[in-house]
């Protein structure tokens, strides 16, 4: 069954530099996620979309922007890199409903 | 007082020994209750959801929900060293599409 595919699986930056992370939700899955886990930390929520629309933020810094695009991918886009955006940046997906989501297996970002 | 609170550990269980992970939450309005197991350096997998009140078992888990004391657990019977990762609790609020994690219980089985 095809799962939520993310990419990159990994990615280096310097500090001040930009990143686009990238997501393909399960197909026919309405809402996407985008959690950022630090290392020993739980995932954090940073926003979501439901149907290509902004639904839901969380601790998304104001440097970090996303969207959804008419496939239903979605992007977040990270501006200003700093040392402690290092981090593994999970998406997952839904379908509408109760239920739990779906994760990709995530980007490991990593600043220096 | 974080929305989602769990022991961080690390809980040490032998093989085949039933391991207990606890879970309490804030939200008393919230509807939707998630186990989630996440091996190091991969991505949270799901593994119980349970929405209403008592036991729900799938083969070697069981997860108990109690809404009025805003508890929910998740029990593994008969613990394989495959089993050690960390158990994250994850909560649906009612008003909310996104889920609230708990910090995580790392378990170590120990053959």
């Known amino acids: 069954a095809a799962g939520v595919i993310q990419s990159p699986r990994h990615l280096i930056k310097e500090k001040r530099e930009t990143a686009t992370l990238k997501c393909y939700p399960i197909?026919?899955?309405?809402?996407v996620y985008w959690y950022q886990q630090g290392p020993g930390q739980d995932p954090q929520f940073l926003i979501s979309?439901?149907?290509?629309?902004?639904?839901d933020k969380g601790s998304i810094p104001d440097r970090f922007s996303a969207q959804q695009f008419s496939d239903y991918h979605s992007e977040l886009n990270m501006s200003s890199l700093e040392l402690g955006d290092s981090a593994l940046y999970f998406c997952?997906?839904?379908?509408?409903?109760?239920?739990?989501?779906?994760f990709g297996s995530g980007t490991r970002l990593t600043v220096v | 007082q974080k929305e989602v609170e769990q022991n961080s550990g690390p809980l040490s269980v032998p093989e085949g020994a039933i391991a207990s992970l606890n879970c309490t939450y804030s939200?008393?309005?919230?509807?939707?209750f998630f186990w989630y197991r996440q091996y190091s350096g991969k991505s949270p997998e799901l593994i119980m959801s349970?929405?209403?009140?008592g036991d729900k078992e799938d083969g070697r888990f069981t997860a108990q929900l109690n809404k009025a004391s805003q508890y929910v657990s998740l029990l593994i019977r008969d613990s394989q060293p495959s089993d050690s990762a960390t158990y994250l609790c994850?909560?649906?609020?009612?008003?909310?599409?996104?889920?609230?994690f708990g910090a995580g219980t790392r378990l170590t089985v120990k053959p």
């Open positions: 997952a997906s839904s379908s509408t409903g109760n239920y739990g989501y779906t």
């Open positions: 197909p026919r899955h309405d809402t």
């Open positions: 979309f439901y149907e290509k629309m902004q639904s």
């Open positions: 939200d008393r309005g919230s509807q939707s």
């Open positions: 349970i929405y209403s009140n």
């Open positions: 994850a909560v649906k609020p009612l008003n909310n599409n996104d889920m609230r």
